[in-house]
């Protein structure tokens, strides 16, 4: 599934659990991402360095899913990260295609840009996309990504990695 992003413009949405976002993507991930994930697995079990610049969800290498797909669903539904809670929703704070995305203003003042992955095969189906929804999701993202540490984030994923598993006690 390749990605193909154009401007919001009213559009209709309706999941069709086929799970191919799923299979496709770099999944970026901020530190409350992280956290909140942290109640089902160990970070090391889920997180990656994509490009040195990003943490994402790690992927299978038999199908490159998602290591929460299971049977087309995700199996941490109330706390995924928040890129897929607005997926086929884009949000950014800059054009990410030619065409200009749906500017909308959030309640801080500033504005954001707003696509529709409309490879997704739910996109045309059921009830309109929320804007309001959208406005809010995208404010929660903003001030996560702002709130998120790169640079200490990779360093301790770094440091994690690497840390030496603690020797058992002997009886
Ligand atoms: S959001 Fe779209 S691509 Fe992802 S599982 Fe639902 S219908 Fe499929
Ligand atoms: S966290 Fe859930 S919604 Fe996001 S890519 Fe993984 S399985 Fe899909």
């Not at 770099?26 to 990003?54: M, N, Q």
């Not at 203003?105 to 009830?127: H, I, P």
Request: proline fraction near 4%; glycine fraction near 6%; aromatic fraction near 8%.
């Amino acid at each position: 599934m390749k990605e193909v992003l154009s401007p919001f413009e009213d559009h209709r949405f309706e999941c069709v659990m086929c799970g191919e976002c799923c299979c496709s993507r770099s999944i970026p991930l901020t530190c409350e991402d992280i956290k909140r994930i942290s109640r089902y697995r160990d970070p090391k079990d889920f997180v990656v360095i994509f490009g040195e610049r990003k943490l994402v969800l790690d992927r299978r290498e038999w199908d490159s899913g998602c290591v929460f797909l299971r049977d087309g669903m995700c199996t941490i539904q109330e706390d995924k990260p928040l890129v897929c809670r607005l997926y086929p929703i884009c949000v950014s704070d800059y054009p990410l295609t030619k065409e200009e995305g749906k500017n909308i203003e959030l309640d801080d003042g500033s504005s954001a840009f707003v696509y529709v992955d409309v490879s997704c095969k739910g996109v045309g189906r059921g009830k309109l996309v929320d804007l309001e929804e959208i406005r809010r999701d995208a404010l929660v993202l903003r001030n996560e990504v702002f709130a998120t540490d790169l640079e200490a984030l990779i360093g301790w994923y770094i440091d994690y990695e690497e840390e030496e598993p603690e020797e058992k006690e002997s009886d």
